[in-house]
């Protein structure tokens, strides 16, 4: 089983909210599935509509902490080992939960990072892929599959963690 987190930058803004729920709305599916137990989402800024969807899809909602890493301000309050970093508007495509389910099961003590490909991500995200691919993971981002104890341990990754390619990916809404 895994935590979701769900970090919504800038909540104020017009699609802000409907892009949060389109993200929570996908991962009604993982619920059901027995993979997703519990999700948090972060504001980057306190908003009560988000504290409105926070209460009404029954997640935890945690404000980032200035300069800090969301990622790591849901993983304090998360409650699994794994961690699905997500931003709000992603919408895992088809199949994201069988290969979630797969890699979790069978990951080795040592793996502490998967990442989902994002195929939207404009030239220099996908080159940024590329130079991680080569040099390690400094930090987690959208669409990554990180254990917790790896997100608390600070929010840049030291040594650098080494990737794992799922055949998952996200779409945006």
């Known amino acids: 089983m895994l935590s979701a987190v769900t970090y919504i930058a800038r909540p ?3 699609d802000a909210i ?3 729920a389109d993200t929570l709305g996908t ?3 993982g619920v059901a599935a027995g993979l997703v137990s519990d999700a948090v989402i972060v504001a980057g800024a306190e908003n009560e509509a988000v504290a409105t969807v926070a209460e009404a899809t029954g997640a935890t909602l945690v404000l980032r902490p200035r300069g800090g890493s969301p ?3 849901g993983a304090r309050i ?7 970093c997500l931003a709000a508007g992603d919408v895992p495509a088809e199949g994201w939960i069988r290969t979630l389910d797969r890699f979790i099961g069978t990951a080795r003590p040592e793996t502490a990072l998967a990442r989902l490909r994002r195929p939207h991500g404009g030239l220099p995200a996908r080159l940024a892929v590329r130079g991680e691919g080569v040099i ?3 930090r987690a981002r959208a669409g990554d599959l990180v254990r917790r104890e790896t997100l608390l341990a600070g929010p840049i990754f030291s040594p650098r ?3 794992r390619r ?6 945006r809404a």
């Not at 998360?78 to 699905?84: F, G, K, N, Q, T």
């Open 12 to 14: 104020a803004e017009p």
């Open 136 to 138: 390690g993971v400094a």
């Open 78 to 84: 998360a409650r699994r080992d794994w961690v699905l």
């Open 161 to 163: 963690l080494k990737a």
């Open 18 to 20: 409907d892009q949060l």
């Open 71 to 73: 990622w790591m301000a």
């Open 27 to 29: 991962l009604v599916a």
């Open 166 to 171: 799922l055949i998952a990916r996200i779409d």
